[in-house]
């Protein structure tokens, strides 16, 4: 090293490492790595340490539990002799201690030790504001005063002395103040025109020389110039390219989860030119070219939130959402609670962007999360109430399938697997990961919804109803989870209706009935504000007095003023939009890929019940073997004198086929609705609905041809068949137009899970369907040459299937004519020939086709509306 450079030794357990200014040092648990930490707390790729032109520098990579100097956490920062590092944890993290090697200690001390890189933030206080004045209290006809009316004293006496940050100087010497919009500078600032613009209120937390004609690759992998240790970004993902005529430009590498411009997915390896204001999204790292300097923001939590005006309005003109506007603190918990009829699914539907609201915005960092979901959706977490997680799976093999599904096709299995261990671990869940996910308690099953969650590292977290059903403990365990995950660095939104731990949220909302805001600000204050000394009174309140003006209230009480004026005072950023029809997120796997993972994982659902397994074998093979008891003189063989009466042959192929098709609706009936929440999810992150349903379809489609097979060869054994087939054994032309007739009843099964709205409505459904296959299957009563009932019989798969099987036995002459005085009045679709047998199963095979087009169309119900076709 030159003179002036400081040398530098890092310490770590014993052994010294001398560093060379010429190349970065990564430490984390990666055995490839160059500093190899074998502790749990520590991230794959943890940080780097390398030489920035002016100081050593480390560089914190998105770490699950953070790198911390001096106490504090850190992304980007410099160090020098002296300096001493914690991986994991401030206090009893892994330590990194760096000392001036013994030649180059005179020279770094002749410099002096490097500034440590401290925020500079000065706050201000202001005077405690004079108590609000008493409200005069709304004397309500025939329902007598509210309850706050007689502790408004009580509520004039408390005072808040809001704490606002004066603005903060950044690196680029530009005042930016809490909320600055992005690219925006706070009025009065004094900022230099034209200076490089902050990401949000902050700093980038790294930048990056790029010249003209240089190529800067990024990804996942070592060998790119620019490396982004991020799971949600592919190896290979991107390049920034400056071209000689001082133009830039960004193109897609083929990259899974996408790379965005102004929140936009632009076409896989696809082109597009950056203007001076286009922002790019790489994962979770957000680049804007400034100059000639790329810079690199990374979204580790540190991110505002807020929601506009936002409302919803259904059928009718009816409000079910009015007016809801509130900002939530970076790295908070927020909890919303409020009577039934207050809207708060409604609400967290639209702040997730599963249901956008009719007006207003949602703003993620000053972002329109409407206009942007296909980028900002990585960046959010949401947990619904019921469990989006297979129960029948153990905790660790359950994560698995998400992370296969949620991570780039080329993330590599250590990969995932480390990950997964870092979530079992933050959220101490290793001890339970080989358990069945139904022998967990409530609480800690919800722990394993949030693990989910936690794999891509969102952000933003929502959690709908996470404690119902949890006794107290339970309840206070998972309130606790959610402090802990807040205080780690991540924003978590928590609807509930348990009020036992409000007190240790950041902030609360209380929504009113109707759909307005009653209050939002700290939850110590709520009571007072509301005049009551318990939640179970003010609840009682907002049933008596449904018409009182809750919303007006709000907005002119001092909470208002203190807590939600300034909601407006920040615009959100101003960006080019594609059009509609390119908004549309990319998938991070294949087609192929998720179809593959998704038929794994189901089958493993399966495996697991082992009773499920014994009912899918048994219900065919009892099927069959009724079929069997039913006498037939002349069985399904040839008459030796013309039969009379309707019975023999039809009435066991009625039988077969019939139990045919309960067996094959009953293996899918269910399938759908029980896994609706799981399948919610999922399509958000970027689930393939086709991918979804195929699996089902060639899963249960293979379980249905082998029960189509014991139901035949139980039912066949018995009976003399006909030595001769149309085109093949006569065993084997009915048993396949059997299965043909199981798979499209399977299909119908999937048609009834996917309208009903609870499990308990698939049974009546799959009764009736199955009554009506009898009635129509065209060997009860005549069904040829009856207009508007022949038709209308065409839609039944049992009619196509009596006529598959009646074609193979010539059943029109095996049976008695309908009209005996014209015996050759004959079914036509009974017709012995092989035309007519390919005929009866292609059309059954196609009415189960058309129904797969039916099913798919039905599943975009449960669908964000941005992911709908």
Sequence with gaps: MGHGVPELVLELNGSTWALDRSRSYTLGRDPQGDLVIDDARVSWRHATVSWDGRSWVIDDHGSTNGTYVQGRRVQHTEIGPGSAVHLGNATDGPRVSLIAAAAGAGAYGAQGAPAQHVPQQAQQAQQAQQAPQAQQAPQLQGQGTPGWASQQQASAQQGWQPQQQAPVPSQQGRAVGPGAPFGQEVPGSGGAAGAPPAYGDRSPTTFHEFSLGRVMRIGRALENELVVSDLQVSRLHAEFTATPDGRFEIRDLGSHNGTYVNGQPIAKSGTVHLGPNDIVGVGHSTFRLVGDRLEEFVDTGDVSFSARHLTVTVDGGKQILKDVSFGVPEKSLIAVIGPSGSGKSTLLKALTGYRPADQGDVLYDNRNLYKQFAELRQRIGLVPQDDILHKELTVKKALRYAAKLRFPGDTAEAEREARIGEVLGELKLDIHKDKKITSLSGGQRKRVSVALELLTKPSLIFLD???????????????????????????????????????????????????????????EEALNFFGYSTWADVFSAFENYRDYDWAGRWRGSQHYQM???????????????????????????????????????????????????????????????????????????????????????????????????????????????????????????????????????????????????????????????????????????????????????????????????????????????????????????????????????????????????????????????????????????????????????????????????????????????????
């Design 465 to 523: 109803e996470p404690t119902s059903g949890l006794d107290p403990g339970m309840d206070r365990d998972v309130m606790q989870l959610l402090r802990g995950l807040a205080d780690d660095g991540r924003t978590v939104l928590v609807v509930t209706h348990s009020v036992a731990e409000l007190a240790i949220c950041d902030k609360l909302l209380v929504m009113a009935p109707g759909g307005s805001v009653a209050y939002f600000g700290p939850p």
């Design 563 to 869: 807590y939600a004026a300034d909601i407006d005072a920040v615009a959100a950023q101003s960006v080019h939009m594609q059009k509609a029809q390119q908004m549309r997120p990319p998938k991070a796997q294949s087609w192929g890929s998720q179809l593959w993972t998704l038929i794994r994982r189901y089958v493993s659902v399966i495996a697991s019940d082992k009773g499920f397994m014994a009912l899918l074998v048994i219900l065919p093979a009892v099927l069959g073997v009724v079929s069997t008891v039913i006498p037939a003189k002349f069985g399904l063989g040839p008459p030796e004198a013309p039969a009379r009466f309707n019975g023999g042959a039809g009435t066991i192929m009625l039988v077969l086929t019939v139990g045919m098709c309960f067996t094959g609706a009953a293996n899918s009936v269910r399938e759908l609705i029980k896994e609706r929440v799981i399948y919610e999810r999922e399509r958000a992150t970027g689930l393939s609905r086709s991918a979804y349903l195929m699996s089902k379809v060639i899963t249960l489609g293979v379980i249905t041809a082998f029960q189509g097979v014991i139901i035949c060869g139980i039912g066949f054994a018995p009976r003399v068949l006909p030595t001769e087939g149309l085109i093949m054994p006569p065993a084997v032309e009915m048993c396949l137009v059997v299965i043909a007739l199981g798979f499209t009843s399977m299909m119908f099964g999937l048609v009834i899970s996917s309208l009903v709205k609870t499990a308990e409505k698939t049974m009546p459904l799959l009764v009736m369907f199955a009554i009506v296959q009898v009635v129509f299957t065209g060997v009860l009563f005549q069904l040829f040459d009856s207009p508007g009932l022949e038709q209308f019989a065409w839609l039944m798969p049992s009619r196509w299937a009596i006529a598959g099987v009646g074609t193979t036995l010539d059943l029109s002459h095996l049976m008695a004519p309908w009209d005996l005085d014209n015996p050759t009045s004959l079914d036509p679709l009974w017709e012995h020939s092989a035309s007519q047998w390919f005929m009866d199963i292609s059309v059954l095979l196609i009415i189960g086709a058309l129904l797969g087009v039916v099913v798919s169309r039905l599943l975009r119900r449960h669908e964000p509306e941005v992911m709908r076709k």
